[in-house]
């Protein structure tokens, strides 16, 4: 469906975008998270079209979005952070002129601008002025201009900035409606959001993808940062006792607990295993009582910043995998052209030079044969 491939993009010496390269399928909806300046929205405009890269390609169904941007661009819907709206015509007016300029067929018009206004819900305001409409009335314009014509790719940067609650929760459901018929990439800061809505997501840092899967597998990468909070009515040498018999612990923390004659601890599983009812079972053989037990999970936000903070292991290993996997591929180049070369210079070999100097005993009885012939 889309391929990003190499994709630089530079302002001067500030490299926006650092050799990106990533797939997006059919019938998903793709989270675009990063942090401010990451380059998501330069991404997104050499996307659709609105920017030129630097290097690199980027390909909707096939299609180059800079060699061939009129048939490139009927495959998309876009929704830029801000709506491209003209504030002067009505709200019906924009969408006939919009209807035009993507060349929906006259007879179709009129009804796919009614079916577009009622999934945004902007019936009751179509007659009225763009500029007179709030904040998020106008986002929903915005969002009925990127649907309106229906293309099979619909990208949408920050589409429920200035909604309300409830307007919220209803482009949610409006984005897993288009999904089921359109590929949907979402970008946003709201991370809660990106994790309900999203089936795949995919973080930029610094211009260069650092992590791309699922929001489940995504948390899987902080396994070793899970732990298990405990508090336990006893004294300190009697906890320490019962974590020394529980397996599966690679270190642990304890302290005294705010309560008198409580004991607070944090254990550190090995592998991110689920430990609590091994801990539970412990402390009841030991007749110390528990009176909280608490696993603590790691959230898409704790990932988020682990992979953009661009010190942690996390990320340092996402960077070097990434760095990796752009050195294989200049290898395979390499090692492909040294093989061209190879071959033409054993071709060359093969022919017969006319003043060839002969090297072996035969050639030569053979060279002085034919002069004395």
């Known amino acids: 469906m889309i391929e990003v491939k190499n994709l630089v993009k530079k302002y001067g010496a500030h490299l926006a975008v650092d050799h990106l390269n990533f797939t997006v399928d059919t019938g998903q909806i793709y989270g675009f998270l990063g942090p401010n300046g990451a380059g998501k929205s330069t991404t997104m405009n050499i996307m659709t079209g609105y920017l030129g890269a630097t290097e690199g390609e980027v390909l909707i169904n096939g299609h180059n979005i800079l060699e061939e941007p009129e048939a490139a661009k009927k495959c998309i819907g876009y929704l830029p952070e801000m709506p491209p709206l003209y504030t002067d015509m009505k709200v019906n007016e924009y969408l006939r002129f919009v209807a035009e300029l993507k060349k929906i067929p006259k007879p179709e018009r009129q009804e796919q601008i009614e079916k577009v206004m009622l999934m945004v819900k902007i019936m009751d305001v179509q007659d009225r002025l763009i500029k007179n409409?709030?904040?998020?009335?106008?986002?929903?314009?915005?969002?009925?201009?990127?649907?309106?014509?229906?293309?099979?790719?619909?990208?949408?940067?920050?589409?429920?900035?200035?909604?309300?609650?409830?307007?919220?929760?209803?482009?949610?459901?409006?984005?897993?409606?288009?999904?089921?018929?359109?590929?949907?990439?979402?970008?946003?800061?709201?991370?809660?959001e990106i994790q309900e809505v999203c089936d795949y997501i995919m973080i930029i840092s610094k211009g260069k993808l650092v992590a791309s899967d699922t929001p489940e597998n995504l948390e899987k990468l902080l396994t070793n940062q899970q732990t298990v909070e405990i508090l336990a009515k006893g004294n300190e040498d009697t906890v320490?006792?019962?974590?020394?018999?529980?397996?599966?612990?690679?270190?642990?923390?304890?302290?005294?607990?705010?309560?008198?004659?409580?004991?607070?601890?944090?254990?550190?599983?090995?592998?991110?295993?689920?430990?609590?009812?091994?801990?539970?079972?412990?402390?009841?053989?030991?007749?110390?009582?528990?009176?909280?037990?608490?696993?603590?999970?790691?959230?898409?936000?704790?990932?988020?910043?682990?992979?953009?903070?661009?010190?942690?292991?996390?990320?340092?290993?996402?960077?070097?995998?990434?760095?990796?996997?752009?050195?294989?591929?200049?290898?395979?180049?390499?090692?492909?052209?040294?093989?061209?070369?190879?071959?033409?210079?054993?071709?060359?070999?093969?022919?017969?030079?006319?003043?060839?100097?002969?090297?072996?005993?035969?050639?030569?009885?053979?060279?002085?044969?034919?002069?004395?012939?």
């Open 240 to 373: 320490r006792k019962v974590i020394g018999t529980i397996g599966n612990v690679q270190k642990a923390s304890v302290e005294h607990g705010k309560e008198e004659g409580t004991v607070k601890a944090s254990l550190f599983p090995k592998d991110g295993k689920d430990i609590r009812e091994t801990v539970f079972m412990a402390f009841a053989q030991e007749g110390c009582p528990l009176l909280m037990l608490y696993h603590s999970r790691t959230t898409l936000e704790d990932v988020f910043l682990e992979l953009t903070q661009g010190s942690t292991p996390a990320a340092a290993k996402a960077m070097k995998d990434g760095e990796k996997k752009g050195r294989m591929v200049k290898r395979r180049k390499k090692n492909a052209q040294e093989e061209a070369e190879e071959n033409e210079l054993t071709e060359m070999d093969e022919e017969p030079e006319e003043n060839a100097v002969p090297t072996s005993e035969d050639e030569k009885e053979d060279l002085e044969n034919d002069s004395n012939l």
């Open 133 to 192: 409409l709030s904040k998020g009335y106008k986002q929903r314009v915005g969002l009925a201009q990127a649907i309106l014509g229906f293309p099979e790719i619909i990208i949408l940067d920050e589409p429920t900035v200035g909604l309300d609650p409830k307007q919220i929760i209803e482009i949610r459901e409006l984005i897993r409606e288009l999904a089921k018929e359109h590929t949907v990439i979402l970008s946003s800061h709201i991370l809660a």
